[in-house]
């Protein structure tokens, strides 16, 4: 991971913080938290903890209700937003593998035995 995105991933802000950033109420950010939108991360207090890119996706479900989408149509939406990062990176694999497939292949090609022989 990019040291970029992994200090977006560290869980360093209270719920406290994110309130005010947000312009959440605790009661909604727990909400979202129960309809398993977001996950904070918890401390050795077991108090929740939010990264930046808790706070970011907070702010697009906040966005997404003033839209009028309901919960389970932000749930369906980052469900299909997971299936194609699944996906893609399913995709990267393969090429991956088929590339590697064909160096191995190419190894053994420049060791052919010469015409006339086997």
């Known amino acids: 991971m990019k040291e970029k995105e992994f200090r977006r991933n560290m869980a360093v802000f209270p719920i406290g913080s994110v309130m005010k950033l947000t312009d959440l109420s605790a009661r909604q950010i727990r909400y979202y938290e129960d309809q398993e939108l977001i996950k904070p991360d918890r401390n050795e207090g077991n108090r929740r903890m939010y990264s930046l890119n808790d706070m970011d996706r907070l702010l697009e479900i906040k966005d997404y209700i003033s839209e ?47 015409f006339g022989r086997g």
């Open 68 to 114: 009028g989408y309901n919960i389970a149509a932000i749930k369906k939406k980052y469900a299909e937003r997971e299936a194609k990062s699944k996906k893609a990176v399913s995709q990267t694999e393969v090429r991956r593998a088929l590339h590697n497939e064909l160096l191995q292949q190419g190894r053994f090609a420049s060791v052919q035995l010469p």
